[in-house]
């Protein structure tokens, strides 16, 4: 894989096409870096965009502020620090990962997806995995989203559909328009003393409000309430069960790695788990699988990271090619395998033979069969398939008697006693 510098030329940058796996990453310089085999990579310009397609693997590091396209990818891909006012994806075969962006649209996604610090607005729609989104600035738009959908330290307006269940966390203390739509369950986790209006909707057992310390439980399918001094509408829709409470998790900040995230979620630990509801339970599995996402995406950041700086970037189709070699060597053993045992039978079955025309004469055979053939000398490649002798008329009693001793007492070989025994038919 060789690196090539190209001029942006002050235009924008778009990707028609990457047909195995994308990295794509910011960086404070003006031209754009391409890793990728040149065979397989097209790059050309016009009055518009500088335009990008690789039928291979694809690593690019973009000046930050350059407007950016992403039209679609065979295989996953890796997008970090893009800085341009909207950074647009469509059309991704794999899993998605976005880490640091501005405002963020996303369409068509075969995998899941992981989006982490979006510093403006997301929307997303037709995602075939689960979403799981942290630290977004703006408004949240998830429309059509085919599995579950985790979204945490959320301070704007936020609509959600998904066919899974849904779980959410605002960070902002002054909540703003809430819509999540489930066909499985939703938990909403809000700040304390918030002010607002809670309309739910579900066809589960009920709704679960912890809020203030205090855990009440409503039923019949629907139930409103306001939330301190009433405000901003908060609108949910679940098949299943609704839980919305202010306990159970805690925002601190994280004194890690600068420049990495800064926030994590803390599942409270004081929970006494033998006191809990059912519901309850449900609540604190939520909490803790969302802990787990959110650890899960930035070790996928890390080891995206590894990959565009130090990692592995051969072509795909070579490293299809040798995974197909390396079963096509494992078939080849098991064939050989096979071959060698066949081999082995066909010259135990002929060995057999003579031994009975032995005892048939009164000859001891004083050989052992098997050991006198191991496995290993057994010639693979073309594997012997000698046929008992036959008797002819024009060999004598007495001809035979003196062919067999010699191959007993070992002065001749199987082989050799078999040709003997054809010359002597001559």
């Not at 003006?30 to 039928?55: G, N």
């Not at 060597?329 to 098991?334: L, T």
């Amino acid at each position: 894989m060789e690196t090539k510098l190209v001029k942006t030329q002050g235009k924008d940058l778009l990707i028609i096409k990457v047909s195995g796996n994308l990295n794509l990453e910011g960086y404070d310089e003006e031209d754009i870096r391409v890793q990728a085999d040149p065979s397989q990579l097209k790059v050309f310009t016009d009055d518009d965009a500088l335009r990008i397609t690789c039928y291979a693997n694809l690593t690019l590091s973009v000046p930050n502020a350059i407007a950016t396209r992403v039209e679609k990818v065979g295989g996953m891909s890796v997008i970090r620090n893009i800085g341009c006012d909207e950074l647009y994806v469509q059309r991704v075969g794999g899993d998605l990962t976005i880490q640091n962006v501005n405002n963020l649209r996303i369409s068509r996604v075969g995998g899941g997806c992981q989006i982490m610090q979006v510093n403006g607005d997301l929307s997303a729609e037709r995602i075939s995995g689960s979403i799981f989104a942290s630290a977004v600035a703006g408004k949240v738009d998830f429309s059509s989203a085919r599995s579950d959908v985790s979204l945490v330290l959320a301070k704007g307006e936020t609509h959600i559909a998904a066919s899974g269940d849904v779980t959410m966390q605002y960070s902002s203390e002054t909540i703003e328009s809430i819509e999540l739509r489930s066909k499985g369950d939703i938990t909403l986790m809000l700040p304390k003393n918030v002010d607002a209006n809670l309309d739910a909707t579900f066809g589960g057992w009920d709704v679960i409000l912890t809020m203030d310390g205090k855990t009440n439980h409503y039923g019949g399918g629907h139930y409103n309430v306001e939330l301190g001094k009433g405000g901003e509408l908060i609108m949910l829709n679940a098949s299943g069960d609704i839980v919305v409470t202010d306990e159970h998790y805690e925002i601190k900040p994280n004194e890690g790695e600068p420049g990495g995230m800064n926030w994590f979620i803390n599942v409270d630990a004081d929970v006494d788990l033998g006191n809990l509801s059912n519901m309850e339970r449900k609540l604190q599995k939520a909490l803790e699988k969302v802990e787990k996402k959110f650890e899960h995406a930035e070790q996928r950041i890390a080891r995206a990271d590894e990959r565009i700086h130090h990692g592995d970037n051969r072509d795909i189709g070579q490293r299809i090619e040798e995974r197909a070699r390396e079963r096509a060597d494992r078939m080849s053993q098991r064939i050989s395998m096979k071959v060698e045992k066949r081999a082995r039978e066909e010259a135990l079955e002929a060995l057999s033979a003579v031994k009975a025309q032995l005892k048939e004469l009164n000859i001891p055979f004083p050989i052992d069969i098997p050991d006198m053939i191991p496995l290993s000398e057994v010639r693979i490649e073309k594997p012997a398939k000698p046929k008992p002798p036959e008797e002819k008329a024009d060999v004598s009693q007495e001809e035979r008697l003196m062919v067999l001793q010699m191959l007993q007492e070992g002065l001749i070989s199987l082989d050799e006693a078999e040709k003997l025994l054809s010359a002597l038919k001559g």
